[in-house]
């Protein structure tokens, strides 16, 4: 299973953009897919998630109403649509697969890693 994140890149406060993740590879199975974030000297945090199969959707509080995930089945493709972005967004965003849908938050519950994409967002 291979993962490839895209879309990163730099904006000023305010600014949006959008993330792609595309997943490919035989016998990719997984019941949801996660948004990670880590910035430099801090821990790698939960950003959101999304099920496959319904569409549920899951939010960290910091950008709880800025941030919008999608997905579409068909092309193996998770979205992350970021508006009204903020200078303590800037990171290296992760996307990765969940074989269940229990602990979503928990960044271990997560298989499969995509490389990562960097957002910068300045001030």
């Known amino acids: 299973v291979q993962l490839q994140a895209s879309g990163g890149g730099s904006v000023q406060a305010g600014g949006s953009l959008r993330l792609s993740c595309s997943i490919s590879?035989?016998?990719?199975?997984?019941?949801?897919m996660g948004w990670f974030r880590q910035a430099p000297g801090k821990e790698r945090e939960f950003v959101c998630a999304i099920t496959w199969r319904v569409g549920s959707t899951y939010y960290a509080d910091s950008v709880k109403g800025r941030f919008t995930a999608s997905r579409d089945n068909a092309k193996n493709t998770v979205y992350l649509q970021m508006n009204f972005l903020k200078p303590e967004d800037t990171a290296v965003y992760y996307c990765?697969?969940?074989?269940?849908?229990?602990?979503?938050?928990?960044?271990?519950?997560?298989?499969?890693w995509g490389q990562g994409t960097q957002v910068t967002v300045s001030s």
């Open positions: 990765a697969t969940s074989p269940g849908m229990k602990g979503l938050l928990s960044w271990n519950e997560y298989d499969y």
């Open positions: 590879g035989q016998a990719f199975s997984s019941a949801a």
